[in-house]
């Protein structure tokens, strides 16, 4: 069971969901070769609440198959009331984004596949 946080213009609550969750359970950094393309993931370097934009109407910092800059936003992740500013380490095209925004992830989980 994972713990959703809900903010309202009421106030902010918290709700037990239902979930299936899906380990990937590939270290920081752990590349795979397929046809000939470099693949890394970019972890989350702390525990909270995974988001894709700056706030709830905003764009996406980032879209998949897009070119990233090493320093490039990539996403925010709150984190007892902080929210913490998550950047590319390398220059890098964002394959895949590996978990749902609003999502709550671990150090360590993986978030983004890459090319380098």
Do not use: H, R, W
């Not at 970019?42 to 198959?65: H, M, Q, R």
Request: proline share 6%.
């Amino acid at each position: 069971m994972l713990i959703k946080s809900y903010t309202t213009k009421k106030g902010s609550f918290t709700k037990p969901t239902e979930n299936t969750v899906k380990l990937n359970l590939k270290g920081s950094g752990d590349t795979e070769d397929v046809k000939g393309l470099n693949f890394k993931t970019i972890n989350a370097p702390l525990t909270g609440i995974f988001y894709t934009s700056p706030s709830p109407e905003g764009k996406p910092f980032v879209n998949l198959n897009e070119k990233i800059s090493k320093n490039s936003n990539l996403c925010i992740i709150e984190a007892m009331k902080v929210m913490n500013t998550i950047k590319a380490p390398y220059d890098c095209t964002l394959i895949e984004i590996l978990v749902n925004n609003e999502e709550l992830v671990e150090c360590g989980q993986p978030l983004f596949k890459v090319s380098v």
